[in-house]
């Protein structure tokens, strides 16, 4: 399945989502611009994560997601 971040209220030039596994190991990374950010499952085991969600090189979120 595909996820959607969508960051209202601006639009960027740059969006990155940055996914880590447990051991703090990047095992994903996607790119868009504007308001929204499309994030696929692809290879991810079930487990959690961690994500940091920046704009324009600046961080705006972090958080922990489960995939299932």
Same mark, same amino acid.
């Given at each position: 399945g595909e996820s959607t971040i969508l960051v209202e209220g601006k639009a960027f030039n740059q969006l990155e989502v940055k996914v880590y596994d447990a051991a703090g190991r990047l095992v994903r990374q996607e790119k868009s611009a504007g308001d929204q950010i499309a994030m696929t499952k692809g290879d991810l085991k079930a487990g959690s994560y961690f994500f940091v969600?920046?704009?324009? #090189? @600046? *961080?705006? *979120?972090? #958080? *922990? %997601? %489960?995939? @299932?």
């Open positions: 969600l920046e704009a324009d #090189g @600046q *961080k705006l *979120k972090t #958080g *922990k %997601i %489960i995939v @299932q």
